[in-house]
């Protein structure tokens, strides 16, 4: 069974702070996924990941893959109240999800 | 470009009645999972279907059931229901080949009493 870890599973910080969390799992996913989601919504996916060692940048968010394909990380600059929210990963066909990072970002 | 719709949004149930969710996939996608998530963790894999056919199954009981359509919607059947079965249910499109990424729909809130 393959297992995604996130952490912190908490994020409180303030408006213009940075932040990374991350998704660690000893198995190889041959993609990862990031999604985020809102209270009483679903998901929404924000972007996939599949080459080891890539990283995408999605405006102020920037996505690593981690170079065995075993882990990834999320960072966020200069982070808005807009960006509060559950962040989750997920791998795999049949989509393993982690239990997510929920960050609140004050104003 | 249709989204991905799933009714009802909320609905209460009995402890032991039954209940059947439904999804609407994203137009142009023949792949459905079902999820469900509790409070406060990460949505869990119940089953997916692939043109009609299961193609995958969590560790969810027999009691959790599937269909899949034509048109590539689907409804998700859960008999017996268990107070542990209040959650978040959600449903996913997706076409096989894009990296596994999957659309989803707003969720139908279950609340068993």
């Known amino acids: 069974t393959q297992l995604l870890e996130q952490s912190p599973q908490f994020l409180s910080i303030q408006e213009g702070e940075n932040l990374t969390v991350y998704c660690n799992s000893s198995s190889v996913f041959s993609s990862l996924q990031w999604y985020r989601q809102e209270p009483g919504e679903g998901p929404v996916l924000l972007v996939t990941?599949?080459?080891?060692?890539e990283v995408k940048k999605l405006k102020r968010l920037t996505f690593q893959f981690g170079d065995a394909r075993k882990d990834s990380s999320l960072h966020i600059t200069a982070a808005q109240p807009g960006d509060t929210g559950l962040y989750l990963c997920a791998g795999g066909g049949k989509s393993t999800f982690g239990d997510g990072t929920t960050l609140t970002v004050k104003p | 470009e249709t989204g991905v719709t799933q009714s009802p949004t909320h609905l209460i149930k009995t402890r032991g009645q039954q209940v059947t969710l439904r999804c609407s996939s994203q137009?142009?996608?023949?792949?459905v999972s079902w999820y469900q998530q509790a409070l406060g963790q990460g949505p869990q894999f119940i089953f997916q279907y692939y043109r009609e056919e299961e193609n995958g199954r969590g560790n969810f009981p027999p009691r959790f059931s599937g269909l899949q359509f034509p048109n590539y919607s689907s409804e998700l059947n859960v008999n017996a229901l268990e107070l542990d079965d209040s959650a978040l249910y959600l449903c996913?499109?997706?076409?096989?080949?894009?990296?596994?990424?999957?659309?989803f729909g707003p969720g139908t809130r279950l609340t068993v009493t």
């Open positions: 990941v599949v080459t080891g060692g």
């Open positions: 137009s142009g996608h023949n792949t």
């Open positions: 996913a499109s997706s076409y096989p080949g894009q990296s596994y990424e999957q659309y």
